[in-house]
């Protein structure tokens, strides 16, 4: 029987069925062309007690993050992102030891390096850890639980702040990570946690950011929940745009927290009016899903059928949920191109789309240049402008399809 991994209930109800896919950042290499390959369902429930959004726990953290393809400093927009949240916690709180869990390669952490603040990473992959510490960023190759935080706390002390940016979503056992934050950072600290914001993924369609990797999606009320259950109390919120849309939760241990401010009181509201404290806000989802599906795939064999040739710019994970629920092959996507050179020469996983270097873009001048990290909008509007040199085009296919001038 499934229960909530946050409340223990039984009472799960449909969000959206998207199929069976791979796990969206194992790429093929083309030696692994010929082999099976799993796939896995992805059906998004949410639980009618605590409304926690959540996928089943079918593949474990360990199977994805121990080699991982992403790696953050990649993407210019989220290095800068990073940089203005490192000055502005480091100026507000003065921390004098400063933790962040899955901290990737370094990309924040490396500014908090710059201003001469001890800190260190938590990361599991072993490959990005490893980049961290290239260029100088202390980094520990762990997963967090209570005792991996009660261990760096006798080690290293415990941190003013700690940082979690998406990878709030990314464990299953919410609990024991949210009992790992509390025992990292001190009694009057500070815990600052970035995560996708479940009111704008309903409002603006943005399901291809389902996928395994994402065992839970939260609103407000739910990470308040979560946070709750390790002894911590939220007390702000800031709305940020990353992602498509995301939520900047901060919390303290309870002996040290006021209690909410007004802004979690403000977007607690906006969440109830958008009917995602009940059940029923959550029951047109999965046409609008259909929609998006539905109207890609017109173009796409439109512009087949008229002779364009369309290839892709990305390989993010949103992109690969988005190509398997759609169904889309190399015959109606060419290829994609990335910046991380991790992948090139690799297919994504399931649709088996190649994945080449950004050159080829220019090398090939298609009609129509898919934007699959959609959420880079503005950044890729500008680093692709050269597509118009030729008449091409670029295609976002979310929130809903829109071909740009």
Not at 53 to 60: D, E, M, S, T
Not at 70 to 77: C, L
């Amino acid at each position: 029987m499934r229960r909530c991994r946050l409340c223990g209930s039984d009472r799960l109800a449909s969000v959206v069925d998207l199929g069976a896919t791979p796990p969206c950042e194992l790429f093929l290499t083309e030696e692994q062309l010929d082999e099976p390959e799993p796939t896995y369902p992805l059906h998004l429930r949410v639980c009618t007690d605590c409304r926690l959004a959540q996928l089943p726990p079918l593949i474990r953290p360990e199977d994805t993050f121990t080699e991982y393809a992403y790696f953050s400093s990649y993407s210019a927009s989220w290095v800068e992102h990073a940089r203005r949240f490192a000055d502005s916690a480091l100026d507000r709180l003065a921390p004098g030891f400063v933790v962040e869990v899955a901290s990737n390669d370094g990309y924040l952490l490396r500014h908090v390096v710059e201003r001469g603040v001890r800190c260190l990473g938590v990361e599991p992959s072993a490959n990005v850890g490893q980049a961290a510490r290239d260029r100088g960023v202390p980094t520990l190759t762990a997963f967090l639980d209570p005792e991996t935080g009660a261990a760096i706390r006798a080690e290293h002390g415990p941190a003013d702040l700690v940082v979690a940016n998406n990878v709030y979503a990314h464990v299953p056992d919410i609990v024991g990570f949210t009992q790992g934050l509390r025992a990292l950072v001190a009694d009057d600290g500070w815990v600052s946690i970035e995560v996708q914001h479940l009111l704008t993924l309903m409002e603006l369609n943005q399901y291809d950011t389902i996928y395994h990797e994402h065992f839970q999606y939260y609103t407000v009320a739910s990470a308040q929940r979560a946070l709750a259950t390790g002894g911590l109390t939220l007390v702000d919120v800031e709305l940020l745009p990353t992602h498509g849309g995301s939520i900047r939760l901060w919390a303290r241990p309870a002996e040290a927290a006021a209690g909410p401010g007004p802004r979690v009181a403000d977007v607690l509201d906006r969440e109830k009016a958008a009917g995602l404290a009940e059940t029923g806000g959550y029951a047109e989802f999965g046409e609008r899903v259909a929609k998006v599906r539905r109207d890609l795939l017109r173009f796409l064999i439109d512009a087949a059928e008229s002779g364009k040739t369309v290839v892709g710019y990305g390989a993010p994970g949103k992109g690969n949920t988005l190509l398997n629920h759609c169904g889309i092959r190399p015959d109606l996507l060419a290829y994609t191109v990335d910046r991380n050179p991790y992948k090139h020469g690799r297919f994504t996983p399931g649709t088996r789309i190649p994945v080449l270097p950004p050159s080829k873009i220019a090398e090939d001048r298609p009609d129509y240049v898919l934007v699959l990290p959609w959420n880079l909008r503005t950044e890729l509007l500008e680093q692709l402008s050269y597509v118009r040199e030729w008449g091409g085009r670029l295609v976002f296919p979310i929130p809903s399809l829109e071909v740009a001038p």
